[in-house]
Nanobody, 125 residues
Framework: VQLQASGGGLVQAGGSLRLSCIAS????????MGWFRQNPGKEREFVAA????????YYADSVKGRFTISRDNAKNTVYLQMNNLKPEDTAVYYC???????????????????WGQGTQVTVSS
């Protein structure tokens, strides 16, 4: 599975962006697709995840209530709608996927097998 992330950019604090992650192959009901972010010199941080089977969503506390992860089955695409962006949301955002992920590991980036290239999100104050 190849993943293609897009949608990053420069936005002022309080603004919105929508990231997209397109999968090259149809994802089965077993798939989990997630978004992570990383700044230079820091560890990659979990942002949100979507479990294809049942449509369960998971969020980091830092983005809960501001970010929404959703999917479009027909387009094999997962979106991350980011509202009320803050300067601390600035990072390179990566999408990831895995077909065998346990829910207990959904926030663990080392458990994801497939990764897209990053897309830069910069939030100015």
């Amino acid at each position: 599975v190849q993943l293609q992330a897009s949608g990053g950019g420069l936005v002022q604090a309080g603004g919105s962006l929508r990231l997209s992650c397109i999968a090259s192959a149809r994802t089965s009901h077993r798939f989990v697709m997630g978004w992570f972010r990383q700044n230079p010199g820091k560890e990659r941080e979990f942002v949100a995840a979507y479990k294809w089977d049942g449509g369960m969503t998971y969020y980091a506390d830092s983005v809960k209530g501001r970010f929404t992860i959703s999917r479009d089955n027909a387009k094999n695409t997962v979106y991350l709608q980011m509202n009320n962006l803050k300067p601390e949301d600035t990072a390179v955002y990566y999408c990831a996927a895995d077909s065998r992920l346990l829910l207990s590991s959904i926030r663990d980036d080392s458990q994801y097998d497939y990764w897209g290239q990053g897309t830069q999100v910069t939030v100015s104050s």
